[in-house]
T-cell receptor, first 112, second 109 residues
Framework: DTGVSQDPRHKITKRGQNVTFRCDPI?????LYWYRQTLGQGPEFLTY????????KSRLLSDRFSAERPKGSFSTLEIQRTEQGDSAMYLC??????????FGSGTRLTVV | GIQVEQSPPDLILQEGANSTLRCNFS?????LQWFHQNPWGQLINLFY???GTKQNGRLSATTVATERYSLLYISSSQTTDSGVYFC???????????FGKGTRLSVIA
């Protein structure tokens, strides 16, 4: 098991473009979480899945943000019409018990 | 929602020194974890400690749930301990973790 994998590690995009990030959790973990971390702050919760069900999405920052986990395995986070304020590190974590999670290395997004 | 405050925000230590990091939280929690974020951004779970005391090598943590605080102790610090230490709390298994702003630790040789 190689842990939680996120792709890409870095993404630079122009304002207004759409971006999609992928997270592959630890295979036996049924819970998957997305967080956003801006400079100098702690991670901020965005959404989470239990298997393929998205159980909490009210914390997604705007309707430009959406996430899927179609088969209960990997997940994608999409940001449409990116803005400079979306520049941040996007972290994925997975867990089997909903308590202790394993985090990926993150995707660093820069919107220019 | 739950508020999490960490102190100090920044800490510089000489290698070999000891330190104590504090986490205060505003409400009862069933989940409290300490994380270390290394300079490359990787978050590593150090302790799951909603109450009581745990030790792992040079690190130990104590949570006094009734008084809503937790302490992380680092003894004989090493340069590899540098990074940001986060406290994160939650109300239970299906509620997300709320992170503090972290303590940035720099250990100098």
């Amino acid at each position: 098991d190689t842990g939680v994998s996120q792709d890409p590690r870095h993404k630079i995009t122009k304002r207004g473009q759409n971006v999609t990030f992928r997270c592959d959790p630890i295979s036996e973990h049924n819970r998957l979480y997305w967080y956003r971390q801006t400079l100098g702050q702690g991670p901020e919760f965005l959404t989470y899945f239990q298997n393929e069900a998205q159980l909490e999405k009210s914390r997604l920052l705007s309707d430009r943000f959406s996430a899927e986990r179609p088969k209960g395995s990997f997940s994608t986070l999409e940001i449409q019409r990116t803005e400079q304020g979306d520049s941040a590190m996007y972290l994925c974590a997975s867990s089997s018990d909903g308590l202790v999670g394993t985090f990926g290395s993150g995707t660093r997004l820069t919107v220019v | 929602g739950i508020q999490v405050e960490q102190s100090p925000p920044d800490l510089i230590l000489q290698e070999g020194a000891n330190s104590t990091l504090r986490c205060n939280f505003s409400d009862s929690v069933n989940n409290l974890q300490w994380f270390h974020q290394n300079p490359w951004g990787q978050l590593i779970n150090l302790f799951y400690i909603p109450s009581g005391t745990k030790q792992n090598g040079r690190l130990s943590a104590t949570t006094v749930a009734t008084e809503r605080y937790s302490l992380l102790y680092i003894s004989s610090s090493q340069t590899t301990d540098s990074g940001v230490y986060f406290c994160a709390v939650g109300e239970g298994g299906n509620t997300p973790l709320v992170f503090g702003k972290g303590t940035r630790l720099s250990v100098i040789a």
